[in-house]
């Protein structure tokens, strides 16, 4: 599903206009985005799951074209751990 098949359904489903759901659907990304800047981000939505940031330690890499190591740099990845209702459904 894109993003503007998601406006559709909540517009649809919302019975509001497509312009009120991209901005609630862009007002939610953005509010998600900024609690996961923060030191220890974290959105936990019952029954959906939980948004977390993870630091990933450096590490060596193998480059797949050459075959040689290369470094890779420690970084924030975000990380999503479903919650019982999603897990449930799927």
């Given at each position: 599903?894109?993003?503007?098949?998601?406006?559709?359904?909540?517009?649809?489903?919302?019975?509001?206009?497509?312009?009120?759901?991209?901005?609630?659907?862009?007002?939610?990304?953005?509010?998600?985005?900024?609690?996961?800047?923060?030191?220890?981000?974290?959105?936990?939505?019952?029954?959906?799951?939980?948004?977390?940031?993870?630091?990933?330690?450096?590490?060596?890499?193998?480059?797949?074209?050459?075959?040689?190591?290369?470094?890779?740099k420690a970084c924030n990845v975000?990380?999503?751990?479903?919650?019982?209702?999603?897990?449930?459904?799927?």
């Amino acid at each position: 599903m894109t993003k503007s098949e998601l406006i559709d359904k909540m517009a649809k489903d919302a019975k509001i206009s497509k312009v009120a759901a991209g901005a609630a659907l862009d007002s939610f990304m953005e509010g998600v985005t900024k609690a996961l800047k923060k030191k220890n981000g974290k959105v936990t939505l019952v029954g959906f799951g939980t948004f977390s940031k993870v630091r990933r330690k450096a590490r060596k890499g193998r480059n797949p074209q050459t075959g040689e190591p290369i470094k890779i740099k420690a970084c924030n990845v975000v990380k999503f751990k479903p919650g019982k209702k999603l897990k449930d459904a799927i």
